[in-house]
């Protein structure tokens, strides 16, 4: 797209210029040359902007990010197009008879022009020979591009697609989650025992252990007691032997005997791995029971497909809840508020570290 907004006006350019040097005025030569070839523009500028504006109506995540790519591409392509057809031959109708083909003198500007104009054309002439050649053997050179095409659409299917690849950035991100009601205490042994496992690893330099925040809501949730996250910075590439995939690959291995937590390793390259999996079915309904039952299902025919892991569903369990509705009163009678009793009542069910002394 950026290169054909110079190439339209080259095109006209070019078709003016030659008019010119073939002994017409350069108004003449601008009106001539542009209409030779404005419609072979046209069709040119018109071609990209339809490959490109379907993509504005595209949906879903695709839509969001090459939505203003598509439109700023088609409008450039308009933009070039309409200069190319008005401003370019009305500045060469002005100045072209004042252009000096070949300038004389010995100044360094001078010899660098005309040894460009001979560079030029010595590459005109071998194109003119090679034109010569394909057009005296057109079967060959038909046979040679069908044969390459051909050759192009075998290795077609040994070519991988994906629509975000994976970046080796050196970034994993590790989310765990207990079960519901899992303490502090318990979570964060968990997560102190994982970590001293990645540690191990040679490609390892830095392990971030977060307990208490993590999991399907990151840290953007809520507090959660059963939940834990582990960023891993792995060191420069070329201090290792492993790429951050395979190493992912080893963490996932290495953490599957771990009882009642579920572990989720990944990538945190391109975009981001947080908060989304390669692929996601959503589900919508009224009724809850309805969509448990449904979630399930479709999680256990995901974990029958080859090349499937880690599949879950965002279909948690309700989290215990005690309500405790205070006496007002008698709070104000010893000067304590809600607040401060709710502050006593976590202290003694999930504790607080004061201070620790080394």
Known sequence: ???????????????????????????EAAKKGTAEVGMAVVASALTVAVVFLPMVFVKGLAGVLFKQFALTVAFSQLAALFVSLTLIPLISSRILGKIVTTPEGNRWW????????????????KYRNLLVFSLKRRFLVVAVTAGITLFSLVLAPFVGTEFMPSQDTGQITVDVEMPVGTTLAVTGGVIAKMGDTAGQLTEVDTVLTMVGAGGEMGMFGGAKTEAGQMN????????????TDQ????????????????IKVSNSSGMGSEGGSAIEVTIRGDEIGVLKQISAQVCEVAKGVEGTREVSDSMKEGRPELRLRFDREKLAQYGLSSAQVAQ?????????VVSNVE
Request: proline share 4%; glycine share 10%.
């Open 1 to 27: 797209g950026v290169g054909h907004m110079v190439d339209y006006s080259i095109v006209v350019l070019e078709s003016v210029y030659r008019y010119h040097q073939n002994g017409y005025e350069p108004k």
């Open 110 to 125: 001078q010899r660098l022009f005309r040894k460009s104009g001979q560079w030029y054309d010595s590459l005109d002439n």
């Open 232 to 243: 891993i910075r792995l060191k420069p590439k070329e201090e290792r032997n492993r790429s």
């Open 247 to 262: 190493v992912v690959e080893d963490l996932r291995d290495r953490f599957k005997g771990i009882p009642g937590a579920t």
């Open 344 to 352: 006593l009542l976590r202290m003694a069910g999930d504790g607080q």
